[in-house]
C-alpha cells in the first residue's frame, strides 16, 4: 500500500512535469503574436538587399569571372584564396596569374600557399603543388585543377 506521504511527494514531481512545457510555451514569443514588434519595414520596391541580402561586393561579369579580392591584397600576401579557387602570381611571370582549385587531389584537404618556398603544401599528407597546380611532391599523383584569371583595374578576377 503507498503511503501518503509518497502519494503527494510522486503527485506534486509528475504535477510540476506535466506543467513545465505549457510554463515554456507561455514564455516563448510566438511568431504571428509578434511579427509587428520584429519585422524589418520592406521598402517599397521589394528588392532583395531591402529584405536582409546582402548584395555581393561585385557582381559575375558578362564572361564568367568573378571577382575574389584586390591586386593590393594579392600582392601584399602573395595570393588569393576562397573555398574555390586560390590564386597566385606565376614565380616565372609575375605579370600572369594562376589559379587553381586549393583541394588537394589525393584526400581533399585544402592546401596553403607558402610564399617563400611559391608553391602549395597540404597539411593531411605533406603534398606540394606548383603555383600552376602541377604536383611536386606525393602521394597526390593528380594535379589541382586549374582556372583562368585576370586583373581588371584593381580587381583579381577568376572564372571556376
Ligand atoms: Fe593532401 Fe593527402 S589530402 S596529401
Known sequence: MIKRRSFVKYFSVGWLASCFPVVLAAC???GDKNAAKTSIPEPSDGSAEAKG?????AAKTADGFTPIGTVADLDKAGYLQTAA???SRNPANPKQ??????KCTHQ???VAWQPGAKKYECPCHEAAF???????KGPAKEALPTYSAKIVGTQVFVKV
Open 28 to 30: 516563448t514569443p510566438s
Open 53 to 57: 541580402v546582402k548584395k555581393p561586393a
Open 85 to 87: 579557387v586560390a590564386v
Open 97 to 102: 596569374l594562376l589559379a587553381v582549385s586549393p
Open 108 to 110: 581533399g584537404c585544402v
Open 130 to 136: 606548383g603555383a600552376d597546380g602541377k604536383v611536386l
